[in-house]
């Protein structure tokens, strides 16, 4: 199962912060994608390892 979210913030650096602490305290999400929607949100695809 692909999830998708949305990480917005005050600039395009805080939003890839806020997209990274996200990963290092969910180890079990596996980011398959990810991409620039708008000046300061960030876009990612993961899925959750069985």
């Not at 805080?14 to 876009?43: G, K, S």
């Amino acid at each position: 199962m692909v999830i998708t979210k949305d990480f917005s913030a005050e600039t395009l650096r805080e939003a890839m912060q806020l997209m990274d602490e996200f990963f290092i305290e969910n180890p079990y999400y596996r980011l398959l994608h990810h991409e620039i929607v708008e000046d300061r949100t960030v876009r990612v695809e993961y899925t959750v390892l069985q």
